[in-house]
């Protein structure tokens, strides 16, 4: 059996903490449409596909309409609810999530429609 110098078994202990902190990092700062995504049973939905759309979704939606774009992988009618809205901040919001689609499809590849 090998013996380790208290300064190695410190070190070891650091190591692991600081990868499990990485670790759970990682997925705290998973966004709304990254992790919305992920909870869905869409058969092309993967971390990796997942988190390219997030950042697609980083580049051209705020937090909020980010949230509010992540509420469609639950409820995609209330997707068609806003299409269908005649209302100017319905409108504003909808030109925003289309130019979020075309960003994510750029992106992230043509596999897979936003919700």
């Keep these: 059996m090998t013996h380790f110098s208290p300064l190695a078994r410190r070190l070891a202990v650091l190591c692991s903490a600081v990868v499990i902190a990485s670790l759970l990092a990682g997925a705290a700062l998973a966004g709304p449409i990254e992790r919305a995504c992920n909870k869905s049973e869409r058969k092309a939905a993967n971390r990796a596909l997942c988190n390219c759309v997030q950042r ?3 580049s051209s939606l ?3 309409d980010q949230r509010r774009a992540a509420s469609f992988f639950k409820d995609p009618e209330k997707a068609h609810k806003v ?6 901040s319905d409108d504003a ?3 925003r999530y289309k130019a979020f689609g075309a960003a994510a499809e750029a992106m992230c590849g043509g596999g897979g429609n936003t919700p």
């Design 56 to 58: 697609a979704a980083d």
């Design 62 to 64: 705020s937090n909020r």
């Design 83 to 88: 299409w269908m809205s005649k209302t100017k």
């Design 93 to 95: 919001f909808w030109d």
